[in-house]
């Protein structure tokens, strides 16, 4: 009888284990407040307001941010937009990870990147902040960089001691135009890592 209780445990905790390798926490970074809707600073809670408004999906406020859930493919996608500010973005993505045991290989963070030309995409497994005072932050609350980071091209078309004002600017009339064919294929990026896989979700969408 005690084996079998043993057993009936051991199987329910392996269950457990491959049900939260289902699930993932999609985390878009930015700023709370009007002013900030549209710039280049917030792309990471426009991609995830184009996901969230294409499926049909309403955010709920919950603790350290708004949250939607997607459902597809047998997977779980928690859309998570921390209501902390950019620079604290790190404390609302390390309470829902453990509040939904999510493992750390399941995080996706979506950033603006001065680095790339605009929509362009690239994403690592891993990596430094690159100067990024969101993903600086957590790294810092995580205590590694060892999670998916999804950087958008917002370009660095400003002049000297400008990019402040460039970053938490508006999108322009071109980039305006373009954004909507850019978040598409974004969403698009965000289903193929839960589906098919980081590597394959790389080979696919880097560079595009």
Do not use: C
Request: net charge positive.
């Amino acid at each position: 009888m005690k084996n079998w209780l043993i057993n009936l445990y051991t199987k329910s905790k392996t269950e457990e284990n491959i049900d939260n390798m289902k699930k993932y926490l999609i985390v878009g970074l930015g700023n709370i407040g009007a002013e900030y809707v549209n710039t280049r600073h917030n792309i990471g809670f426009k991609v995830l307001d184009y996901l969230a408004k294409k499926e049909k999906l309403d955010f709920q406020t919950v603790k350290l941010g708004s949250l939607a859930e997607y459902k597809f493919k047998g997977r779980s996608f928690f859309l998570l937009k921390p209501n902390t500010y950019m620079n604290l973005s790190g404390k609302a993505v390390q309470y829902w990870m453990e509040k939904e045991n999510i493992p750390l290989e399941n995080i996706f963070v979506i950033t603006d990147d001065l680095n790339l030309p605009f929509g362009t995409i690239r994403i690592k497994p891993k990596g430094s902040d690159g100067g990024h005072n969101g993903l600086k932050n957590i790294n810092l609350v995580l205590n590694t960089n060892q999670y998916t980071r999804f950087r958008f091209g917002i370009s660095d078309e400003f002049k000297k001691g400008k990019q402040v004002d460039y970053v938490l600017g508006e999108w322009n009339s071109a980039e305006n135009e373009a954004l909507t064919e850019r978040l598409e294929l974004a969403s698009e990026v965000i289903k193929s890592f839960g589906t098919a896989g980081l590597e394959n979700t790389m080979t696919t969408y880097n560079g595009k």
